[in-house]
T-cell receptor
């Protein structure tokens, strides 16, 4: 089956530093990728939709200057948390859409990244 | 707006017992409903989905769910739990059906006791 690889799985950083998370579709070309965030005991919340070759679409309340998304190729999207602060500590997970699959099996998820900002 | 409520963040069942994970949704239009499963250190996998048609849908690993419009529910069941079913389960709803925006519940962690 299709596989989405997300890296790193866990990262600890100091406050004020930037962290980059990568999301790769390994055996299909993903024209669209999604980035989610999950705080403890809360739902996965969609942060932004990333389309290859164009600017990402951010959900209301998500700071686009803080969460930089780049989707420069059909197999790679990156999320950079700039000037991270402790309140950015969360579980981040990406998903990628395989356009060749049947309409309702198109979405595949990475294994997530646990970000801890000290 | 769409939303999902999963009752019970943790559920424990004995091996061989019935598994019942509850999910209620709200949607302003006919919903597309999903259950995803996440095993430790893995990504979310689609377990089953309801789009239109038959309200009882069967998924992988013996799981099934029934769409009940009158109750706005989409509970997940399995007649007999296996140890390998221990995982986190997420219910999700989409109004578009095309995955433009999928709203997830908070997840239910299933523990299977030998």
């Amino acid at each position: 089956g299709a596989v989405v690889s997300q890296h790193p799985s866990r990262v600890i950083c100091k406050s004020g530093t930037s962290v980059k998370i990568e999301c790769r579709s390994l055996d299909f070309q993903a024209t669209t990728m999604f980035w989610y965030r999950q705080f403890p005991k809360q739902s996965l919340m969609l942060m932004a939709t990333s389309n290859e070759g164009s600017k990402a679409t951010y959900e209301q309340g998500v700071e686009k200057d803080k969460f930089l998304i780049n989707h420069a190729s059909l197999t790679l999207s990156t999320l950079t948390v700039t000037s991270a602060h402790p309140e950015d500590s969360s579980f981040y997970i990406c998903s990628a859409r395989d356009p060749d699959r049947l309409a309702n099996e198109k979405l595949f998820f990475g294994s997530g990244t646990q970000l801890s900002v000290l | 707006a769409q939303s999902v409520t999963q009752l019970g963040s943790h559920v424990s069942v004995s091996e061989g017992a019935l598994v019942l994970l509850r999910c209620n949704y709200s949607s302003s239009v006919p919903p597309y409903l999903f259950w995803y499963v996440q095993y430790p250190n893995q990504g979310l996998q689609l377990l089953l989905k309801y789009t239109t048609g038959a309200t009882l849908v069967k998924g992988i690993n013996g799981f099934e769910a029934e769409f009940k419009k009158s109750e706005t529910s989409f509970h997940l069941t399995k007649p007999s739990a296996h140890m390998s079913d221990a995982a986190e389960y997420f219910c999700a709803v989409s109004e578009s059906g095309g995955y433009q925006k999928v709203t997830f519940g908070i997840g239910t962690k299933l523990q299977v006791i030998p």
